[in-house]
């Protein structure tokens, strides 16, 4: 049993899951996880193939597996470059188009056919070429969308991490397509893992920086816990190995899959612990909404980043805080997170209502101020719609954020709105292409975060300019 080979599969799991977990709506981290647990799959069947008990297709999925993470890995770069990148959209649509393609790509290489024959134990020359066509993609699209990512403020170093991470990647999976005999296949493995921590640590810089939120707390606590849960469950598989059975195929998929289970409860301690309270707790409805009020508020209050005053920052970190908060807009808990939640228009407003200054009362506080100032672009008071340009930017956040619809989605469920609402989803629909709308979204968001910021400097200059008033002479 190869130690450095468990510990590289158990930290390449453990970040895919905290990334999914942390926000399976944003499609950076969520493609960026689904690639490197499809990498974290492959890394256990090539550690476990080659064991005593092993299928004799094991090898077949394996190289198959491979097909995934580069793939997946594009589409994290594609949306790292943010809605600024003008093919976004476009490639987005490709690479949606494209995974049929791969999928039947990953099929060919499974079953046998004159692709792959069966008389052969490794990928012929066909086979490998459309793999290393495939590990490709990552590094050309950061090629096409690194102007992009090096527009947005995380900026060079971002970008540079990003880049040795994916030109690494690239050659790591060469490798495993044209294997040096003198170099180990485990240094291959942890060169690989190490490429997709830097993926992740990238994607989590960029994110950090639109939210503004506190990452270490959570990141730390997840693998301590989660390397503990490991220890102490895998650690007693390991023991039965090393002591009774030997490292056969079937025990090497227990231990693989033990590890996996500690992490994956780790990282989800929260929800299931939720479950298990309701599930306990059926007749008593208080006690077991009221912990999980006190879980939001604990988790809200360990991704605020209190170090971060608002008031301070320059207009680009604050317009981003305000686009993302507005994406956020039907979300309270990611709401809460929000350094926005500090502006002194929040104190004012929880004083007006005699609230206390807890987190999600903050959240709740801000929703309602963010709603305020789109409101404030609204052109007509007398009319709930319309369809002129001076209406675009109001149409652009209050229909998609404040009231929740989602024009371009098939699986949105649009039934029973009002007849306003109607006619704005159609209106989306048939006159303004998706990209329009990002475009006019980020206008109109740079004209929230505008009013925001001067009604917040307003207050401190009245509350400044009473404070002069009442000191002593």
Known sequence: MNLLEILTFAAVLWLGIFLFERDPENGGMRNAAFGMLAYAFALMLQLSGALPGAPDGVHRLFWASLVFPPYFWSSAVIHLAGDEFEPRTSMLAIWRIGIVAVALLAVALIIPSPFWPAALSNPPNTALAALALVSLLPLLTLICGARAIRSRKPGLDGLVVL??????????????????????AGWIYLALALDFELLGLAVIRFDVFETGERVLPDFLRSFAYGALLALLFAGQVAVVIALSTGYTFAMSLVLHLTVAMAFTLAVYADPVQGFLERLVNRGALENPARSSALRAEARAQSRLNTALDPANLDSERFFRLTRRALSNFGDLHKLAASPLTRLALVDEQLANDRQESATLLRARALKS?????????????????????????????????????????????????????????????????ERTLYNWQNTAARLVAKDLFERSANLHRQRTSKAGMNAPA
């Not at 990647?169 to 180990?184: A, D, E, K, N, S």
């Not at 404030?376 to 001076?390: I, M, Q, T």
């Open 369 to 433: 101020i963010l709603a305020d100032s789109v409101l404030r672009l609204k052109p007509d008071l007398n009319s709930d719609f319309g369809e002129s340009d001076e209406w675009r930017f109001f149409n652009a956040l209050y229909f998609p954020y404040v009231l929740g619809l989602r024009p371009y989605s098939r699986k949105a469920f649009h039934e029973d709105l009002e007849p306003a609402s109607r006619k704005a989803l159609a209106w989306f629909r048939s006159q303004v292409p």
């Open 163 to 184: 880049a040795i991470a994916t030109c690494f990647f690239t050659l790591g999976i060469g490798l495993f397509f044209f294997r040096l005999p003198w170099m180990p």
